[in-house]
């Protein structure tokens, strides 16, 4: 069935450096990959998405890259700040409805 | 505020009891989904709405969860005979036609004791 694999499941940084989060889908026929940011006790926020006819898409900070031959895309946060510690979530749209399959989650935590 | 709206945000009930969760979704939205979000997973697609119409439901989702969406704008999710395994985060997102773009409500934080 369909499946989002999200690795890894806690990544610790100092504030400046980069984080890296990857995922892996498993239907061929998804063609939207949207990156949530879910703050605790929070709602889940779309904070970057990417559709399967373009490979990198960035927005400041962030940019998300997708290889649709390997079923692979990955969020990287540059200048990471105490701010982007949250939990994100990948996910990958699927069927006629575009429901979301969701990773199980990231948690980032930015150390100051 | 013209987001996603749920409520009540909080509902702490008894095992067997029914409960009934309500979500407005963004007003130019006719997409309308419902998932379910357990402590550290991500969420969980339950079932989908395009205007009044529901047109997927998760084979997950138990024979006592039924949801609605009368006129095509706000949505209810009853869950009947509650049990101790439906305590969740109950999310709603809606988008609108020809987008891929889901907004997520604050959701609604079931407990079942």
């Known amino acids: 069935g369909e499946n989002v694999e999200q690795h890894p499941s806690t990544l610790s940084v100092q504030e400046g450096d980069s984080a890296v989060i990857k995922c892996t889908y498993s239907d061929s026929a998804s063609n939207y990959f949207p990156w949530y940011k879910q703050e605790l006790g929070k709602r889940p926020q779309l904070i970057i998405d990417i559709r399967s006819n373009v490979g990198e898409k960035k927005d400041q900070r962030i940019a998300v890259t997708l290889n649709k031959t390997a079923k692979h895309f990955s969020l990287h946060i540059t200048e990471t700040q105490p701010e982007d510690s949250a939990v994100y979530f990948c996910?990958?749209?699927?069927?006629?409805?575009?429901?979301?399959?969701f990773g199980t989650g990231t948690r980032l935590q930015v150390f100051p | 505020d013209t987001g996603v709206s749920q409520d009540p945000r909080h509902k702490i009930t008894k095992r067997g009891q029914n409960v009934t969760f309500r979500c407005d979704p963004i007003s130019e939205h006719n997409r309308l989904y419902w998932y379910r979000q357990t402590l550290g997973q991500g969420p969980e697609f339950l079932t989908y709405f395009q205007n009044e119409a529901q047109l997927e439901k998760s084979r997950l989702l138990s024979d006592r969860f039924s949801a609605e969406r009368p006129k095509g704008s706000f949505s209810t999710l009853e869950i009947q005979r509650t049990e101790q395994g439906d305590s969740a985060m109950y999310l709603c997102a809606s988008s609108r036609q020809g987008s891929n773009e889901q907004f997520f409500g604050p959701g609604t934080r079931l407990t079942v004791l």
């Open positions: 996910a990958a749209s699927t069927g006629n409805t575009d429901k979301l399959i």
